[in-house]
């Protein structure tokens, strides 16, 4: 099998015990940070070396 690159992107959703961010109080809404994305640079990156994306999301929340 031949070497190949692979970005890999893993996120798991879970509601458990609120985490404090530096600079937030406890008491402050944290921010819904679920989206994200890929600049030109990056994608162009992928497609010169010939690497595959590979995007796992895990919902954990009840």
């Avoid at 940070?33 to 009840?62: H, K, Q, S």
Wanted: charged content about 30%; hydrophobic content about 40%.
């Amino acid at each position: 099998m031949p070497f190949r690159a692979v970005l890999e992107v893993v996120r798991h959703f879970d509601e458990g015990e609120p985490r404090e961010e530096p600079g937030q109080s406890a008491n402050e809404e944290r921010p819904n940070l679920f989206g994200w994305c890929l600049d030109r640079r990056a994608i162009a990156f992928l497609a010169a070396t010939g690497a595959v994306l590979d995007v796992d999301e895990y919902d954990l929340t009840d």
